[in-house]
């Protein structure tokens, strides 16, 4: 059993039934192993989730590049954060929430997979501000914390003309 097949089973799991449900014995039972097969793989559950928050930063990375790529501009990475986040809202969760296990993952991961937010702004800071924003809005998305009848397409895009007005009068 390799790591891939056992860290694509685990997202699977994830997916399905959050981080909560994904334990060794559950992904064992799924994969028709034992249990501590999965430990040649994995020293436990927390080296699990670190690579699976590398797989996640390293989706969000790509996905982000493409879409500044195609269309250089806060509106492109919004749009592809967003739907990001929404396709996979147990693994943006699992990637975004909690501590982030910076020792565990690749040198330069969690950088790259953000820079897209600075390649937009061109300041560090204005970066962080718009990260916080598109991860606010997101995380209170997939958990339906808006009231009914939220038109959260039209708050989406009042905070990316906020942030293109701002950073243009700067």
């Not at 670190?50 to 790509?62: F, H, K, P, V, Y």
């Amino acid at each position: 059993m390799r790591a891939r097949e056992i860290t694509d089973c685990a997202r699977r799991l994830l997916e399905a039934h959050g981080w909560e449900y994904v334990t060794m014995r559950v992904l064992a039972a799924e994969l028709g192993i034992k249990a501590p097969s999965l430990y040649k793989h994995f020293r436990g559950r927390e080296a699990l989730r670190a690579a699976l928050i590398s797989d996640g930063l390293a989706e969000t990375g790509q996905r982000l590049f493409a879409a500044i790529t195609e269309e250089h501009s806060i509106a492109a990475l919004l749009h592809a954060y967003r739907q990001l986040a929404r396709e996979s809202p147990s693994m943006y969760r699992l990637a975004t929430s909690g501590e982030m296990p910076r020792a565990d993952l690749p040198d330069g991961l969690e950088e790259w997979a953000g820079s897209p937010f600075f390649l937009v702004t061109g300041d560090p800071y204005d970066a962080q501000a718009l990260w916080s924003f598109a991860h606010g809005m997101s995380i209170l998305e997939i958990d339906n914390r808006y009231p009914p009848g939220s038109e959260l397409d039209r708050t989406w895009e009042r905070g990316i003309r906020a942030f293109t007005n701002s950073l243009r009068a700067e």
